[in-house]
């Protein structure tokens, strides 16, 4: 049915449309989604009734119908909560042949004027949906761009916290991940990495970090036109923001060094990057695709003697000579800190007589192990060490004709000791279970959104009690407790920083 809204009033609604369209920039069928809200809401305040109404504007014209409408339930429904928008499928059917439990049913309704709806009403429908849309775009548009430079000016300080303008919206560049001591003012032009981006009911946020590792990298993408090109590959970096960093680098045209293509001439290149980042001194290493070479790399200045690769705990020890040591481990351990992060492996730094005594020690406090452990003498525990054999683990789940092979061990006591290994992991395992139920939450940590009690009781064991302390981790930390995975660690943790986007804006 088509009301008496034709002609003038039709083509005033295409002309609202098409003026907030242009204005807004948003598309033509959200404003005519938020004036068919706007309608349905002025046409049920004519009824005293609770009912629900649809109207359908046609596109072309601007024409609109409206309807009543009732949602079918199924007959053997109990009780009917909404008697005025509600009917069960044999009174449906009635109306509708083709009625289905939840569908609708309809029934045309005399619509209201356009020029008769309250303007206020129709306004703030219309202004929600803009803003919604205009939300959508920007998640969109810096989705795109995450994990990417971006260059903002800061607009003010809140408690230690940055608010950049991006230009087309505003992100957050949470104290935790500014660089030390840099004294960010409003009014500073910062260039930042966009760490993450997702929307929620009080519109996109976007969040910045100038301590990424990324950062480096994205800036050496910027600074150095062969790596932006992908002539030279960056696999990598490390960083101790604002003090010193590495960052490993190879090349796919072997005409090109890629550390002084970095360097650039006269260090100009390399110089620039540190300036943006106050000051920070960065390291180029040379990248290789044998693990112990690129530790060497990544140690340098400091001269290797040898390197003893443990593949399954994923660690190294580094022997280096006593003159070298201070120079390897760096000061305050950060030369270690920073080649362990970058090459990925757990680097151990020693003089050629600390490595003998660690073996020494390590061989010891296993047999001990399996003595306390396992309740076997000093002989067979010797001989597990002697094979090789370092952990429970290994005991347990080693391959049995593994063990049966070494000589002396027979079927009978190969399979006492694995059965022991087993009984002493299982009790260790279920200490560990109740120590994550005693761990005692905070209520805050309990309301985080996708928060289960299970998972605040094992945050608590690790220290993590509320609210606040989860949303200082980072993604890589949370991950270091068994049993997160990064999507779960990443959603905890941007639930727990939501309230920093809750405050009032000045």
């Excluded at 809200?37 to 109404?53: H, M, P």
């Excluded at 303007?119 to 548009?141: G, H, S, W, Y």
């Excluded at 929307?199 to 800036?219: D, N």
């Excluded at 009790?427 to 279970?433: D, H, Q, R």
Aim: glycine share 6%; net charge negative.
């Amino acid at each position: 049915m088509t009301g008496p809204n034709g002609g003038v009033m039709g083509h005033e609604i295409l002309m609202v449309v098409d003026a907030v369209s242009r204005e807004k920039g948003v598309e033509r069928e959200v404003i005519f989604q938020a004036l068919e809200a706007a309608l349905a809401t002025a046409t049920r305040k004519r009824y005293r009734e609770d009912i629900d109404v649809r109207v359908s504007i046609h596109r072309d014209s601007g024409v609109y119908d409206a309807f009543r409408r009732w949602e079918v339930l199924p007959d053997e429904a109990e009780t009917i909560e909404f008697p005025d928008r509600q009917l069960r499928l044999a009174e449906a059917v009635v109306r509708d042949k083709q009625a289905v439990v939840g569908g609708f049913v309809e029934e045309a309704l005399e619509p209201v004027e356009f020029g008769r709806i309250a303007a206020q009403a129709a306004k703030q429908v219309i202004v929600q949906k803009v803003r919604e849309a205009e939300r959508e775009q920007i998640v969109n548009q810096f989705m795109e761009r995450k994990g990417q430079l971006v260059t903002g000016v800061v607009k003010r300080m809140e408690r230690g916290d940055a608010i950049v303008d991006l230009g087309a919206a505003e992100a957050l560049l949470p104290k935790s991940a500014m660089i030390p001591h840099e004294g960010l003012r409003p009014g500073d032009r910062i260039r930042a990495y966009l760490d993450d981006v997702y929307s929620t009911p009080r519109g996109p946020q976007l969040f910045l970090s100038r301590t990424a590792p990324r950062l480096l990298v994205e800036l050496f993408k910027l600074e150095v036109p062969e790596a932006g090109e992908g002539l030279i590959q960056i696999h990598g970096a490390a960083r101790d923001p604002g003090l010193r960093a590495k960052i490993a680098v190879s090349s796919k045209d072997p005409r090109i060094d890629p550390i002084g293509a970095c360097v650039g001439m006269r260090g100009m290149r390399v110089q620039s990057v540190s300036n943006e980042l106050a000051g920070e001194r960065v390291d180029i290493i040379q990248w290789s695709t044998e693990p112990a070479q690129f530790v060497i790399n990544a140690l340098a200045p400091a001269e290797v003697q040898s390197i003893v690769v443990d593949e399954e705990l994923h660690s190294m020890d580094v022997i280096v000579d006593e003159s070298q040591l201070s120079q390897a481990i760096g000061r305050g351990g950060q030369n270690v800190r920073l080649a362990s992060e970058l090459t990925g492996w757990e680097l151990n730094i020693m003089t050629e007589d600390a490595a003998s005594e660690k073996g020494a020690s390590e061989a010891a406090a296993a047999q001990r192990l399996f003595m306390e452990q396992l309740n076997v003498d000093e002989t067979v525990a010797a001989v597990l060490v002697r094979e090789g054999f370092t952990s429970l683990d290994e005991v347990a789940y080693v391959p049995k004709q593994e063990m049966v092979a070494i000589e002396g061990f027979d079927d009978d006591l190969v399979e006492e000791l694995r059965s022991r290994a087993r009984d002493v992991l299982l009790t260790k395992a279920i200490a560990l279970e109740e120590k994550i139920d005693m761990a005692e939450p905070e209520k805050d940590l309990l309301e985080v959104e996708g928060m289960d009690e299970h998972t605040a009781r094992l945050l608590a064991s690790h220290g993590i009690k509320n609210m606040e302390e989860l949303a200082e981790q980072s993604v890589d930390e949370l991950m270091e407790i068994k049993g997160f995975d990064e999507d779960q660690a990443r959603q905890l943790i941007m639930a727990a920083r939501a309230p920093w986007f809750d405050k009032p804006q000045t």
